[in-house]
């Protein structure tokens, strides 16, 4: 092992950085380290690092790693500070900290408003806390979701200042089990609260508030939509793949057609990632190498690239993932261009380092995870796959050169896919094969069509050029899309099973590159222990049996599981609507690994809305029903109240004996908020499926 590790390990010296950074963010978020402790530890380690420098030499030589430890306290406690101090929530002047709900707001518009189906939605800046005759400057950020009309006839913009008068809320989860953590993700981007705002909820006022940066950004980003717009055949599929495969702009992206592009392996061309550029760092070199003079100047030719580079990636929107490549590019051009070329290992870590440092929060960005372990797989093991084989013909060999890059990047990437997608598209070598060139020469042409457009009759014919080979790219995807074994999917992964098969593709690929047998026979015992963590799972399923009120606003949702088998109620349009299931539902029948919808469960027994799973009794009041007092009380468990329904809950009280009254997503807040009222007053136990996420019963 020392043979493969040790050099590796010292040439990337900032791997050392990175492990001990981590494990500090790590120990940040969960744990949550107040600032004084996290001062104290700082104080502590640095005294006895310092104390062991004044050590005799001897003795210094002797404990040397004991000096290692202690630099390794020094980095974790730097993540727990970087974590710490990128909280706004721990800042004095963070406007939750002093909010009332009677207080109005001023704030600034901090991007071009987007359009949803019902609204517009805009992130805003928290200029101003106005508490009674009190102005209070203050920091943050929260979403607005401005009603349609009201958005429409002022025209909002980049930079505008309003006055907003109404109560903002809590982003809260939607509490289905396996459904994405959107408090967690607006938590990363430090927003923690939204408003829907109409018509008299909001003032606009005078002045701006403008960063010229950001705008030449938001102008440029425009300008550079409206070339696609006009010189592209209509707004249509090939216009929306073109925006998102050019600058990121997925607005307008058909939702099906994305699915298509994710079934088939391929999402990465329209998701811009460290491909895209990849590809344009290849053109910059070798344009700025023809420039004599510019090409004569190293300063000057690393200016123009990295210039280039970073306007690119800012102009995506900067996710983690293009701005892992614009770092890692910008070591790689310094460094080429001035002497200094390091280890890929070690330019993945700086450029890690880096990014962690600015935002800790990259560190749970799918983006960022499948980014650098899709770079990581290509280091390690593409040579030795494309090695295998020994092909003569050029273009043919070319072709194998591709495949093995393909293949190296998914070693180390359908874990995580499995994890946080569920499902593995079976075809991704034959689609990226044709996908990726193509794709490449779609970006190019792209890039000519922004550099000539100025020219009426060569951005046309480019621009029809772009639409065709589109449309070939979409026609194509969704060919392998329809073939009825492009997709495994609905697979079911734990963190428990990732991180386990994780350990056996190290283990077995170490084994393989080394022909090891510590390596083999630990990976042997990794399989097993996958296949034992695989068997337990499939019989806690068989056992369970669980009544679950999902949370979907508007919408009765109510599953009844035996096993792996669900009987499900509810309204008939999450049936027939395909991504408001897959947005709700999917994702928990994944986790508890649900795959046949059947319309009887031996335990369930119905009658009318009475239901009784195993010895639970179980009353669905979905309509209008008229209750009358009863001489003795009949014992329920369980009374779920659906679909706004006319009804009090004192008048239930004296029907029926409840352990507890359920209310769904399907009822008004305001209706909600009336009914919790009457049960604290009957000391009666209750649950708002809408304010405390999915209702989840073992049975």
Sequence with gaps: MRSLWIPVWKKAPFLRLLIPVIIGILLQWYIQFDWEQILLAAVCFAIA??????????????????????????????????TYQKDIRHRENWFGNIYHDSDYIIATINEPLLEKNKSYKAEAVVDNIL???????????????????????????YGDKILISKKLQEIRNSGNPGAFNYQRYSAFRQIFHNVFLKKNDWLLLDGKNINPFNQFLFTARRNVLNILQKNMQGHDDQLAIAEALLIGYTQDLDKDLVQAYSNTGVVHIIAISGMHLALIYVMLVWIFNKMPFIRKSKIIKVIFILSCLWLFSLLTGGAASILRSAVMFSCIVIGENFGRKTSIYNSLAAS????????????????????????????????????????????????????????????????????????????????????????????????FLIALAWMPFVGSLIGKLTWWLVWLMNKIIL?????????????????????????????????????????????????????????????????????????????????????????????????????????????????????????????????????????KKILLIDQTIVFQPAEQKINIDYIIISKNQKLYIPQLAQVFNCNQFIFDGSNSLWKIAKWKKDCEQLHLRCYSVSEEGAFIMDL
């Design 49 to 82: 690092f310092t104390a062991f420098q004044l050590l005799p030499l001897v003795l210094r030589f002797k404990f040397q790693t004991l000096q290692g430890f202690l630099i390794n306290l020094l980095l974790i406690v730097l993540g727990l500070f970087i």
């Design 131 to 157: 508490h009674n005759e009190t102005v209070k400057n203050t920091a943050g950020k929260i979403i607005i979701y401005f009603e349609k009309d009201s958005a429409n006839e002022l025209s909002l913009k």
């Design 352 to 447: 890690a380092f880096i990014l962690l440092c600015y935002n800790p929060y990259f560190l749970w960005d799918v983006g960022f995870q499948l980014s650098y372990l899709a770079v990581l797989g290509i280091v390690i093991f593409q040579k030795p796959i494309y090695h295998l084989l020994y092909i003569k013909n050029k273009w043919v060999n070319k072709l194998w050169a591709l495949v093995s890059v393909s293949l190296a990047a998914q070693i180390f990437t359908f874990p995580v896919c499995i994890y946080y997608f569920h499902q593995f598209p079976t075809l991704f070598l034959f689609t990226n094969i044709i996908m990726v060139p193509l794709s490449s020469l779609i970006l190019f042409v792209e890039i």
């Design 479 to 615: 060919w392998f899309n329809d073939l009825p074994f492009a997709l495994w999917d609905r697979i079911s992964a734990s963190v428990a099973s990732t991180l386990i098969l994780y350990a056996f593709i190290v283990c077995a690929g170490y084994w393989l590159l080394n022909k090891s047998k510590t390596a083999l026979r630990l990976s042997l015992l990794l399989l097993l222990g996958f296949v034992i963590l695989t068997g337990y799972t499939k019989w806690q399923t068989a056992i369970q049996q669980k009544l679950i009120v999902y949370n979907v606003p508007q919408h009765q949702s109510i599953d009844f599981i035996n096993g792996n088998t669900y009987k499900f109620i509810g309204d008939s349009v999450l049936l027939a609507d395909g991504m408001l299931q897959n947005f709700h539902l999917k994702s928990g029948r994944i986790a508890l690994q649900l795959n046949k919808k059947v319309d009887s469960i031996p335990a369930l027994h119905q009658n009318n809305h009475l239901y009784q799973f195993n010895n």
